[in-house]
Nanobody, 124 residues
Framework: QVKLVESGGGLVQAGGSLRLTCVAS????????MGWFRQAPGKEREFVAT????????YYADSVKGRFAISRDNQKDTVYLQMVSLEPGDTAVFYC?????????????????WGQGTQVTVSA
């Protein structure tokens, strides 16, 4: 089992920045990649970014390319999501997810573990 705990959400004005943190614990040796998803009120959960746990490139949703950056610190079992130039449309609950499958994916169904979520609110 893997436990994920997110932090770093909050209220920010449009154009501002936030950094989300996700700390993994438990059987972290089984993780192959970690991702961030978000869910806005009344909308389905959507992919934001993902990164290989032991290396490899990162992948992003088109809506966040150039504004968000995912990174990891394996020594701390932590993944980050640096967000800049935030827009009101980014308002959502952001979830960290971990997968044990070998292939990196932007599909929520292929992630095995989820955090509790952290609220990001961007005001106009």
């Amino acid at each position: 089992q893997v436990k994920l705990v997110e932090s770093g959400g909050g209220l920010v004005q449009a154009g501002g920045s936030l950094r989300l943190t996700c700390v993994a614990s438990g059987r972290t040796s089984s993780i192959t990649h970690m991702g961030w998803f978000r869910q806005a009120p009344g909308k389905e959960r959507e992919f934001v970014a993902t990164i290989g746990w032991s290396g490899g490139r990162a992948y992003y949703a088109d809506s966040v390319k150039g504004r968000f950056a995912i990174s990891r610190d394996n020594q701390k079992d932590t993944v980050y999501l640096q967000m800049v130039s935030l827009e009101p449309g980014d308002t959502a609950v952001f979830y960290c997810a971990a997968a044990e499958r070998p292939l990196i994916s932007d599909s929520a169904e292929l992630y095995d573990y989820w955090g509790q979520g952290t609220q990001v609110t961007v005001s106009a």
